[in-house]
Every structure is written in structure tokens, then in C-alpha cells.
């Protein structure tokens, strides 16, 4: 089973939330993002549950870049731009996405902009579900197989506390009552080999994302610290070689600790230019930067 990653952007806010002030729009986005994620792993469970010795294949986080190529009258310009399914499951020799969508709030149904309970606008969330569809579907049809693959795609409401008015019946839309027995339903065998489609979507993917930037902070603003990779609360240091996360009841040792500070400080902006008192100093200084130096030298760590 391939893991699901977590999205740059949320690390990036996680580990700020520790170590600096972080603005009130982007602790909204911070949950946005935490519920977002919670929700991907949701369905990744339901649907890895059910595919568990079968032969399905499901696909998290394929994103791939599209060219889109605008015209007016006086030139032709083209740019290029991306697109990220959360999931694509292949099951039954019929493909299917699903877009996964964790809100914490309840929506009004509408062919066009979806809106709030109070009338406010919100958006229009099948746009983005079509707009996806025909990426894919063109993409698939680059694949040379010479199949002309159909794509179900789904939106999927996975907070079971959500309710969805006016929802008419038929449209591609699941809500958390009607997930289970989607799945139910669609996961099968496939019969036939998907090798070629597989190896073409791997060579098609994209590993970074072009929307993945560096965080807006500097290296001196960052508190040092030692945190916990799961839940980013403070480590408890038990001994010389040992932390813990009372949290969540997992100890971690000083190499695995130092290795997550480079990792951390890697995602927050990979341009740093790190040394190991850079390190020691984020650390809070619990590691020192000898350690780090002779850690470097033994191959156990990387800056
Ligand atoms: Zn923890």
C-alpha cells in the first residue's frame, strides 16, 4: 500500500504554528488543510479496507500538468498548468475518481455556486470535478493504449456530520451515508492487465508540485525545539538518546530526532543553506552541533 503524503503547505504551516506567530488567515488555513487531510486518509481507509485481496489499483495524489493553449487575434500563447486528483481507482476495468472534500459546515446543492445554509455564496464544486475529468480523460487518451477509457468521477463528502441540501438524485455526488455502498458496489476484480496504463500515468507524473513554495519566514525567526513529527508537540527528552511524544506514546532516538529537524527545515524552505549550528541552534539547542557534524561524517545524516 503507497502512503499518502502530506501536502507541503500543511507541514509547512504545522511546523510554523510551533515555532513563530502565525496570522489568523493562515491558522484558518491551517485547518482547512488539517480537515482536508483527515478526510483523504478517511476514504483511503474505506477503500483500501475493501480492496484488501482484490485486484484493484488505487492511485493517491496523481497530479500531472496540462498545456492549455489560449488564442485571440493576435497571438497564440500557451501555459501550462496542473492538475491533482486525490484519487484515481481503477476496479472492475472501469476507472473512477474521486475528489474528497472534509468541510466542517453544510452546503446547499446547485448546478452553479454551491452556497452556504445563510445564502452566501461558496463555490461551484462540480466545476472543478469536470474540469478535472477532462484533463484526465485527454491524458488517458495520450496513453496510446488505444482504449478509450470512460472516467466516473465522484465528489465525495466524507464528514459524516455534513448534510447537503437539495441534493437531487443521480449526480456524481456521494455523501458520507452513500460511500460505503458506492464501494460496495464498484470494487471488483479487474480482469484485464493495466501495466501499460499504470507505467504511462508514473511516467506522466509530477513528483513536485508547481503550487509548492518556500515558507515566508526567516531561518533567525524560527523558536528553536525538538517536536513531535505526528502531532508537532514538544518532545519530551527521556534520556541522552531518547525522546518521547506523551501524546502519542512513541519514543523517538537523537538520530531520528536530528534527522527530522533537517527534514523540517528542508520543507520549510529548501533553499537554507544549513550547517550544523544552524541546526543545533533550531534544535534549542538540545542537540549539539557536534553531534551533528560527526553524524554528517559517519552518512547517517544529509544537509
Ligand atoms: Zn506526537
Request: proline share 1%; hydrophobic share 35%.
Amino acid at each position: 500500500m503507497i502512503l499518502r503524503y502530506k501536502p507541503l503547505k500543511l507541514e509547512q504551516l504545522e511546523i510554523l504554528k510551533c515555532r513563530a506567530v502565525v496570522a489568523a488567515d493562515e491558522v484558518n488555513e491551517l485547518g482547512n488543510l488539517k480537515l482536508g487531510w483527515e478526510g483523504e486518509g478517511e476514504l483511503d481507509r474505506m477503500i483500501d479496507e475493501r480492496m484488501a485481496g482484490r485486484n484493484c489499483i488505487h492511485l493517491k495524489d496523481y497530479r500531472f500538468s496540462v498545456s492549455q493553449t489560449g488564442n485571440d487575434s493576435r497571438k497564440v500563447s500557451r501555459s501550462t498548468s496542473e492538475v491533482q486528483i486525490d484519487n484515481i481507482f481503477i476496479a472492475g476495468d472501469l476507472v473512477f475518481t474521486f475528489e474528497v472534500k472534509k468541510y466542517n459546515f453544510d452546503l446547499v446543492y446547485s448546478d452553479t455556486v454551491w452556497t452556504f445554509t445563510g445564502g452566501d455564496k461558496f463555490k461551484n464544486l462540480m466545476q472543478q470535478v469536470s474540469r478535472h475529468n477532462d484533463a484526465f480523460r485527454y491524458l488517458l487518451r495520450q496513453s496510446g493504449n488505444g482504449a478509450d477509457f470512460e472516467v466516473y468521477s465522484c465528489l465525495v463528502f466524507i464528514n459524516p456530520k455534513q448534510t447537503i441540501y437539495n441534493l437531487p438524485y443521480g449526480k456524481n455526488i456521494l455523501t458520507y451515508s452513500g460511500i460505503e455502498k458506492f464501494l460496495d458496489r464498484i470494487v471488483r476484480d479487474n480482469h484485464y492487465s493495466h501495466d501499460r496504463l499504470l507505467d504511462f500515468l508514473e511516467s506522466r507524473r509530477l513528483t513536485k508540485s508547481m503550487y509548492d513554495g518556500k515558507a515566508n519566514i526567516e531561518l533567525d525567526a524560527l523558536a528553536g525545539g525538538v517536536y513531535c513529527e505526528h502531532c508537532y508537540r514538544e518532545l519530551e527528552r527521556v534520556n541522552r538518546n531518547k525522546y518521547n511524544c506523551v501524546k502519542c506514546n512513541e519514543n523517538f532516538d537523537l538520530l531520528t530526532v536530528t534527522r527530522r529537524l533537517i527534514n523540517e527545515l528542508k520543507m520549510l524552505n529548501e533553499d537554507w543553506k544549513l550547517d550544523s549550528s544552524i541546526i543545533a541552534k533550531y534544535s534549542g539547542h538540545q542537540i549539539s552541533s557536534s553531534y551533528i557534524r560527526r553524524q554528517k561524517q559517519r552518512g547517517n545524516i544529509d544537509y
